[in-house]
């Protein structure tokens, strides 16, 4: 297991320097369409439609696709910002605080949902959520997706953490280093993602909170298909290209399974020269669901919990932050 665990490090660390691209390069320039994602399971649309060249296939000769990996959300929205990507793949956390700062950014599809469990421990002693008490939790980031589903689920359960008046104390980390962290004793709870999850779990962590349990567990999307305001306005129709693109892939993965897992550890490989334990991805995708769509009011609700839980000052409105499909196919025939 430390093996597999040296195997996320690996791809975080890879990741960083991915994330640099070239200099001077620029998103939406002419004949050049730039697409950015992050190689981890959420993102296995980007990888499917970069191995079945959907996007190339829409666009046919008219414009040349590029690609570009990023280690976070924040990196990834400085590219959409700065234009040194056209449109791409990143969690609903960045994009809507974001957006709330006053960003130019735009919600096109879905990409996947769930996959967020909480777990602790084997030596933590906890068993079920009666058992937390003065433990320690760990999550990428405050305020970050999965902090928020779980903070949300426990105020829900009458437990809140130390920031807001409660017991449960709180730490960040990369989920790379988890499992050690673990085995030092310096955490004895996490919110995770898969496929850290599913990785946690083979080595011993225990399920207290599975994805479908956990708040707005399979109806928030981890991972959006985005753009900014101003290319869905001036590009519309390459934006429409780009979101149809999309859809195959998400029908292709549906449809193939296996061979979209295949391809996902594959992609992976390329990127970070490491291999990816099969058996992890085939568990981590039990708990993960690929689909376009995306609820606006979710969207919301999880904005208005982040607002509750005081990771936001201002209570966000996001009425036109997710795009239509109807608007989006309307505007691109107008």
Known sequence: MKKKLGVLFSLTAVLVLSACGSEGSTGGSGD???????????????MVAK???????????????????????????????????DAGFVGPGPVMNNYANGADVKILAGASSGGTVVVASEQSGIEGLEDLGNHTFITPGIGCTHDVQMETFLKEQGITSARIGGTLKHVTGNPAQYESMFESGKVDLAAVPEPWASTLVASG????????????????????????????????EMIKQITEAHEKSIQFINENPEEAQTIAVDSIEEITNQRMDESIIASAWERVTFTNEVNADVIQAFADSSHDLQFLKEKPEFDDLVVSQESLLGSAQE
């Open 205 to 236: 962590a225990k399920i207290i909170v599975d994805t479908d349990e956990i708040a707005y567990g399979k109806t928030l999307p981890n991972t959006v298909l985005v753009t900014s305001g101003k290319l869905l306005e001036e590009e519309n």
């Open 51 to 85: 191995e079945k060249q959907y996007f190339e296939e829409a666009f046919g000769d008219d414009k040349e696709v590029t690609y570009k990996t990023f280690p976070d959300g924040g990196a990834f929205m400085t590219a959409l910002k700065t234009g040194d990507i």
């Open 32 to 46: 050049e369409v730039v697409i950015g994602y992050f190689p981890n399971i959420d993102h296995v649309p980007a």
